[in-house]
């Protein structure tokens, strides 16, 4: 845990947990969840800090994503918090749109709940004594807002930008326009003046101009060579799968992925060929990387959850 500013803290998660903040004042006020199956573990956690779920205030979310809100509906249940997000992701749960949460694209766990504030672009977000300015950020999810403290120069990137790596893009759901409106929020955050990046996923960074130019090249790779799109989303949800799921038998988790609409589609999408041949080829080279394990026959995810 990290105090960015006065009794305002970072809490590092890993891959299938988003990180979140919590701000410890009488009214706490937490910004993200993480995932519903580790909730207890998010719970030890932002009561470490002294802070207990039924006196929380409020929640912001950055995004509606599985991995940011799982959090949300039991906190709510025992606090009575508001919960704050994106009006575009506002309209997602108060519709229960489980497609353009990704939630059901992408089989993922996750529990609605009530949201009953609407952020828009250029908000000022009060969190105690601290003021952030809300950035509506499109391009890994249309909801994605990034928020910017001017005075010390902190920027809580969420999964918009990451330093090493770059979120999934799933065209299916963001729509064709997602790759530019990255590019353009990129173009928008390179004019800012950032000491420290919080992001969504990772330890916090410095250098935010290396981390824009380097998922500038990504996203541009993308546009060059549109097939380049399908490896890196069958990877990513791959490896994120089996931290949901536990790990598997590789027919068992052949069969889980082609039950919902994400796996067929991105083959069928960016590279043909036979489903299986796919899977086996991703699963062999994430073995081969480092980034999967057979463990007695069970693929297992090497990173942290």
């Known amino acids: 845990m990290l105090?960015?500013?006065e009794d305002f803290f970072f809490i590092e998660r890993g891959l299938l947990n988003g990180n979140h903040f919590v701000w410890r004042g009488p009214e706490p006020v937490l910004i993200d969840t993480a995932y519903v199956s580790d909730f207890d573990q998010t719970r030890e956690l932002i009561e470490s800090l002294g802070v207990d779920l039924p006196r929380v205030g409020r929640i912001v979310n950055t995004h509606s994503h599985c991995d940011h809100v799982g959090g949300n509906r039991r906190i709510q249940e025992l606090s009575g918090c508001r919960i704050a997000m994106?009006?575009?992701g506002k309209h997602f749960i108060d519709t229960r749109d489980d497609w353009s949460t990704w939630w059901r694209y992408y089989a993922q766990d996750a529990d609605f709940f009530d949201c009953q504030e609407g952020l828009r672009d250029g908000d000022i977000l009060t969190v105690g004594p601290h003021e952030f300015e809300v950035l509506h950020t499109p391009g890994h999810s249309a909801d994605g807002l990034m928020l910017y403290h001017r005075p010390?120069?902190?920027?809580?990137?969420?999964?918009?930008l990451w330093e090493k790596d770059m979120a999934v893009l799933t065209q299916r759901v963001e729509g064709s326009r997602a790759?530019?409106?990255w590019l353009a929020t990129l173009d928008r955050l390179s004019a800012l003046e950032i000491d420290r990046v919080c992001p969504g996923h990772g330890p916090p960074f410095e250098d935010a101009q290396g981390a824009i130019a380097r998922t500038r090249r990504r996203l541009e790779r993308f546009l060059d060579d549109r097939t380049r799109m399908g490896p890196d989303l069958l990877k990513k949800i791959l490896i994120y799968t089996l931290f949901m799921r536990g790990p598997l038998e590789t027919d068992r988790l052949f069969s889980m992925v082609m039950a919902p609409p994400?796996?067929?589609e991105t083959v069928d999408l960016y590279l043909g060929?036979?489903?299986?041949s796919r899977f086996d080829e991703i699963i062999d080279e994430l073995v081969r990387r480092g980034l999967l394990e057979n463990?007695?026959?069970?693929?297992?995810p090497t990173g942290r959850p």
Do not use: C
């Not at 010390?152 to 918009?160: E, H, K, P, V």
């Not at 060929?273 to 299986?276: L, P």
């Open 3 to 5: 105090e960015l500013l």
């Open 86 to 88: 994106h009006y575009i």
């Open 152 to 160: 010390s120069r902190l920027l809580i990137s969420a999964d918009t």
């Open 179 to 181: 790759v530019f409106l």
């Open 262 to 264: 994400w796996f067929r």
């Open 273 to 276: 060929g036979d489903y299986r």
């Open 295 to 300: 463990r007695g026959g069970l693929i297992t």
